[in-house]
C-alpha cells in the first residue's frame, strides 16, 4: 500500500509556471512507475507523464518541452514542474502509483489502469 498526497496547485496566468508535488507514504521501499495524470468535465483522465528508476521519463506530446516530471527517493516526494502554462492545462491534476517499472506499461504507459494507487488530486487553473 502507498498513499499519495498532491500539493501545489493554483491560478497563473498563461506563460506562467507552477510546480506540483506529490508526498508518498507507506510501501515506499518499492519501486513503482509513477505518474501525474490530468483530466477535466469533459475529457478521460489522460497521463502526461511517467518516470521510475530505470529509465528515462515518458511524457504526452501535448506537454513534452513545458513541463518536467522528477522525483526525490530519499524525501519520496514526485514533482512535475509546469512551464510555459496555456490555458488548455487547466484541469485536475493526480498523482498516482503503479506496480514495477514504467518499461512494463510499453506504449500503454499512459493508461490508467495500470496504476493502482492515486492522490485525490489538486486543481491547476490557467487564465488568458
Known amino acids: 500500500q502507498v498513499r499519495l498526497v498532491e500539493s501545489g496547485g493554483g491560478s497563473v496566468q498563461a506563460g506562467g509556471s507552477v510546480r506540483l508535488s506529490c508526498a508518498a507514504s507507506?510501501?515506499?521501499?518499492?519501486?513503482?512507475?509513477m505518474g501525474w495524470f490530468r483530466q477535466t468535465a469533459d475529457k478521460e483522465r489522460e497521463g502526461i507523464a511517467v518516470v521510475d528508476n530505470e529509465r528515462e521519463p515518458r511524457y504526452a506530446d501535448a506537454v513534452r518541452g513545458r513541463f518536467t516530471i522528477s522525483k526525490d527517493n530519499d524525501k519520496n516526494i514526485l514533482y512535475l514542474q509546469m512551464d510555459s502554462l496555456k490555458a488548455e492545462d487547466t484541469a485536475m491534476y493526480y498523482c498516482?502509483?503503479?506496480?514495477?517499472?514504467?518499461?512494463?506499461?510499453?506504449?500503454?504507459?499512459?493508461?490508467?489502469?495500470?496504476?493502482?494507487?492515486w492522490g485525490q488530486g489538486t486543481q491547476v487553473t490557467v487564465s488568458s
Open positions: 498516482a502509483a503503479g506496480w514495477g517499472g514504467c518499461s512494463a506499461y510499453g506504449s500503454s504507459w499512459s493508461d490508467r489502469k495500470n496504476f493502482g494507487y
Open positions: 507507506g510501501s515506499t521501499q518499492i519501486d513503482y512507475c
